[in-house]
């Protein structure tokens, strides 16, 4: 890969961001970094803290400006939080950056993917089944209107699927 281009990785909860980026970064020999891991590298506390702390609202402003920063580098993958999309700001850098890839996952995979995970703050509730449906329903367009490719990622390996987006991309 002759220049150094940006690949951006957004998709919900349970998609497989980080770890098809960990693969996908070491297919390609580029960095690799996970906006939610960088945030709690500043902040010194995890994402729950923030949230607890913060509030929805600061901890989208501090994932906001480390995607700001992040985005501004050459050579990355980059795994994005799965509300960042949310941000005209970040769709705009992310669109403008880099390629920015959407990693596609059901409801159903969603939910087995994350059940057991305590350090996802939306979840921590009753029915988080609801809550990823409800978070599909405003979100997912506008992970369409930013990709450039859309991989599902449901029945395959994080590797197959690193492959894959290498394929589409043609490197």
Known sequence: ????R???LV??????????????????HLEFHDSDHEIEQRTGAD?????????EEGFRRREAQVIADLSERQGIVLATGGGSVQSKDIRNYLSARGIVVY???TIDKQVARTQRDKRRPLLQVDDPREVLENLAESRNPL???IADVIVKTDEQSA???ANQIIEQLGF
């Open 6 to 8: 940006n690949i951006f």
């Open 159 to 161: 590797k197959i699927v």
């Open 143 to 145: 992970y369409e209107e």
């Open 103 to 105: 990693l596609e996952t």
């Open 1 to 4: 890969m002759a220049e150094k």
């Open 11 to 28: 998709g919900p909860m349970g998609a497989g961001k980080s770890t098809i980026g960990r693969h996908l970064a070491q297919m390609l």
């Open 47 to 55: 994402i729950a803290w923030v949230f607890d702390v913060e509030g």
